[in-house]
DNA sequence: TATTTATTAGATTGATTAGTCAATTTATTA
DNA sequence: TAATAAATTGACTAATCAATCTAATAAATA
């Protein structure tokens, strides 16, 4: 019966983002999702388990929406353009997921999961920043650095329309999109 | 004695740090700092209590730091690099207190202080802000908008330098900046 | 000097925690 | 159907936690 394995993500995902890791006791996530505590531990061996479970589907949700509907035979700007439209979405759609995404990011006790995993990157993004660079449309700056130029970019975006969500419309985002924009074309 | 109210703030700020808010216990804090846990609690109420202040403390060191030497005489662009250039330093000259203030930022367990107070502005900020909107040198955004988009920055700038401190040096920050700036100049 | 006040100590407390375990139910397979 | 395996339960435990309390000491004041 894995339709528990999912309510313990879920319950997981809205008490970690409301009260923390530490805030949030196992007892309570069990509770939450209608489950007995051994119940839990019987699915994740232990809580680190549970959270880095959590975060890895958190962020491949994120990706396959990412990657849904690329063409590569569009140009660099509209590419990058959807690519950046799609993440500011899905993160104003998703705001639990995209704040755990952020809380566990920084979080200093998930040494388990190595840093490296940790990296968001699709092959839609690698494909468009080279292409990119070849054509001399982008600035000559590092895919590393590029990459978290890009989801730096996001989150402050996202974190301002969650402060003004009033001026969340198209108009605004191409707005913003063409400062991302300016920033890292040549 | 103040100077053991000092030493439980450096010794939290390093345990924070490594281990988390709930990672971290009063006990273990009052051991690194050398102290009996009753003179923690002596100095602060409760642990949030702490928490709390090591941040007002933390952010009010980085502002001393990105407010000295403003020469309102410059122009925009440079006085934009040398705010732009102090925070960065200070962030990567001070590892621990960057990564405390983004821990603290992203924190669900912290309400107590306000989200208001959190918001991390200076006087030389919202002056060349003003200025560079009066002389249409950037772009009419919003000053919020305009400040997310310059903490955003710092953060996966200083975030990157962190992956890759061989490429922290004046001709790299120069190119960065440039980054910055082209994308919030018209 | 005598008295009061601030500081420090650490053992103690009651609550909470992650994780266990033996017992029970449900699903699968032979 | 019988036997085995997997899933589920919740009371339980040992450890840990923030915070308290009493007592002792140091500093300030009269």
Redesign the interface.
């Known amino acids: 019966m894995k339709e528990k394995e999912q309510k313990i993500l879920d319950a997981s995902l809205n008490l970690?983002?409301?009260?923390?890791?530490?805030?949030t006791s196992t007892a309570k996530i069990a509770e939450n999702a209608g489950v007995a505590t051994g119940t839990l531990f019987h699915y994740f061996k232990t809580k680190e388990e549970l959270i880095n479970c959590l975060y890895l589907s958190t962020k491949e949700s994120m990706l396959n929406e990412i990657n849904d509907n690329y063409d590569n035979k569009k140009d660099i700007k509209e590419n990058l353009k959807n690519l950046w439209l799609k993440s500011v979405k899905f993160c104003t759609k998703n705001p639990q997921k995209f704040?755990f995404i952020?809380?566990f990011q920084?979080?200093?006790?998930i040494t388990s999961l190595t840093k490296k995993q940790i990296e968001t990157q699709t092959e839609c993004m690698i494909e468009t920043y080279i292409k990119g660079i070849e054509k001399h449309e982008i600035?000559e700056?590092?895919f590393?650095?590029a990459m978290?130029?890009f989801?730096?970019?996001i989150?402050?975006?996202v974190?301002?329309f969650r402060?003004?969500p009033e001026e969340l419309n198209e108009k605004t985002l191409d707005?913003?999109f063409e400062?991302?924009w300016?920033?890292?074309?040549t």
Chains 1, 2 share one sequence.
């Open positions: 970690f983002v409301d009260k923390g890791f530490h805030g704040q952020l809380i920084y979080s200093p006790y600035k700056i590092s590393e650095f978290d130029y989801w730096g970019n989150t402050s975006t974190n301002y402060k003004h707005q913003v400062l991302f300016d920033g890292i074309s």
